[in-house]
């Protein structure tokens, strides 16, 4: 198997995917999801879902920090490799939760990548609730690293 053109994104989807070391259908199930992708008349998968990818990945987190004999919890960045990271995993996760009897698992992950292009779907709602737990917690910004 080669790499895909030589893309991290697409190398990290796939890896993402993969269970138990079987990179082979992993791949091949990332392969059915294009093939879904460009049924729905996307002119080019690549950068739709880079787009996708791009539109729910989480910019900031909470760390827990001791201040002053207390454990609060403190507002930091993301770098920019973690957030994809994060980003696909939020949504093979959400792929994996939709129920849709008799459609492959390459389907419902296309699905998904769609309503993340689109700015929809499970993946943004737990972005969004990180960012409203993050703002939350502003007041603890001085105590930024």
Not at 5 to 25: A, E, Q, S, Y
Not at 81 to 89: S, T
Not at 117 to 122: A, D, R, T
Request: with cysteine; hydrophobic share 40%.
């Amino acid at each position: 198997m080669k790499k895909f053109n030589n893309n991290d994104t697409f190398n990290l989807f796939v890896n993402l995917l993969m269970k138990n070391g079987k990179k082979i259908k992993a791949f091949n199930i990332f392969i059915e999801c294009l093939s879904f992708l460009k049924k729905n008349n996307i002119k080019d998968p690549i950068i739709f879902i880079d787009k996708a990818i791009y539109n729910i990945q989480p910019l900031i987190f909470l760390k827990k920090k001791t201040i002053k004999g207390r454990r609060n919890q403190v507002p930091n960045v993301y770098n920019e490799k973690v957030r994809k990271r994060i980003g696909i995993k939020w949504i093979i996760e959400s792929a994996k939760t939709k129920n849709s009897k008799g459609k492959p698992f390459s389907e419902n992950l296309c699905n998904e990548l769609i309503d993340c292009f689109n700015k929809k779907g499970l993946s943004l709602k737990k972005r969004d609730a990180l960012h409203a737990k993050v703002l939350e917690q502003k007041s603890m910004l001085r105590f930024w690293p």
